[in-house]
């Protein structure tokens, strides 16, 4: 994959504000997790929009449900070198020690935190259908947990929200836009993981799996895809020093 220069202009803004938001985080107690959503996906987004790739992230967070969309991994501020994009994850996501970034084959770049469980991920769909009226690719991700092996597998491992046990498919304003475009197909005897990839032939980003530990027996897991964002020309940085959180804009 060619070298590319990520750091645009929001970009640089979330980088000049990471020591507060480590200390930030510090302060509360989280081991693992706590970076502001925000922040991670202009960050992580940056990479994969401007290299055009796809793949997935699957993590231990915090899952604050306060929050919109879920936190990220702890990110390191990182200069705009022209270097692949596989390289600019290994050098962000160097402040966790469990995290391991790869490159599949068909291009597929993955970020997983070794010790991240992956049950979930493994279970076997014997029948998948995307219905044509759901667009977007969280729609498509419903459709995936909405499953009946999935929901099996978490109520008997007690993996939650509950929330989503129950109800219909979730998802996102875009999922009736006609205009939107459509997962398409059947899927016969697929696991999770391979069907979050299939959204990946329609949709370029990547699609991301947070854990979170309960006070009690069980976890709660989190769904997201990040979609990428048209590329356009961004501005070289001359350095990644770090500057006071009144330097980030909207």
Same mark, same amino acid.
């Given at each position: 994959m060619p070298g590319i220069n990520i750091i645009g202009t929001k970009a640089r803004r979330a980088l000049k504000i990471m020591p507060f938001l480590f200390l930030f985080a510090s302060c509360l107690g989280q081991d693992r997790?706590?970076?502001?959503?925000g922040s991670g996906r202009i960050l992580l987004g940056g990479i994969f929009s401007n290299a055009h790739?796809?793949?997935s992230l699957e993590y231990w967070g915090v899952c604050n449900f306060k929050e919109f969309y879920p936190d990220f991994p702890k990110l390191k501020a990182i200069s705009g070198r022209e270097v692949s994009a596989v390289e600019l994850l290994q050098e962000m /996501?160097?402040?966790?020690?469990?995290?391991?970034i790869s490159q599949d084959r068909d291009g597929?770049?993955?970020?997983?935190?070794e010790d991240a469980p992956s049950d979930l991920l493994d279970v076997k769909i014997h029948y998948l259908r995307f219905p044509a009226e759901y667009h977007g690719p969280h729609m498509a991700i419903g459709v995936i947990l909405r499953s009946p092996e999935v929901i099996a597998f978490?109520?008997?491992r007690n993996i939650g929200p509950e929330t989503d046990w129950t109800g219909g498919i979730g998802g996102s304003s875009e999922g009736l836009v006609p205009t939107v475009p459509s997962v398409h197909g059947d899927l016969y005897d697929v696991t999770v993981r391979e069907a979050l990839d299939y959204v990946l032939q329609t949709f370029q980003g990547f699609w991301l799996y947070e854990n979170c530990k309960?006070?009690?027996?069980?976890?709660?897991v989190y769904f997201? /895809?990040?979609?990428?964002?048209?590329?356009?020309?961004?501005p070289k940085s001359e350095s990644s020093g770090n500057l006071s959180s009144g330097d980030i804009g909207g």
């Open positions: 997790g706590g970076m502001p959503p790739a796809s793949g /996501f160097s402040l966790d020690p469990e995290m391991r597929k770049i993955r970020m997983i935190e978490r109520r008997e309960t006070p009690g027996r069980g976890r709660i997201d /895809f990040i979609l990428n964002l048209p590329s356009a020309p961004l």
